[in-house]
Nanobody, 122 residues
């Protein structure tokens, strides 16, 4: 059984930083694409960063240069370092996993965490 558990959300002021973590269990596959999504009220869930099994990452334009996705395979944990946060980054952030080598921002994902809230105030 696959389980993804996010943590690290909270409240910061504009320009602040947060690091989100996603602890994964049950992912015993050799090729897994991991991703971070975010979703605000009345909006669709938006993919913002992905990383494949080889460590290659892709970002949506709105977070590129400010956010960094990484993974620690030994700890089975996915991270999202968020710097220079803006009020428009306020959302619920989700991690997700897709089994296989295909890793695209617009891809479909098989497993989801429960989300962690990030609030950025001006």
């Amino acid at each position: 059984q696959v389980e993804l558990v996010e943590s690290g959300g909270g409240s910061v002021h504009t320009g602040g930083s947060l690091r989100l973590s996603c602890a994964a269990s049950g992912l015993t596959y050799s090729s897994v694409c991991m991703a971070w999504f975010r979703q605000g009220q009345r909006q669709e869930r938006e993919p913002i960063a992905i990383i494949d099994s080889d460590g290659l990452s892709t970002y949506v334009h709105s977070v590129k240069g400010r956010f960094t996705i990484s993974q620690d395979n030994a700890k089975k944990t996915l991270y999202l370092q968020m710097n220079s946060l803006k009020p428009e980054d306020t959302d619920v952030y989700y991690c997700a996993a897709r089994i296989g080598r295909l890793c695209l921002l617009k891809g479909t994902f098989d497993y989801w965490g429960q989300g962690t809230q990030v609030n950025v105030s001006s």
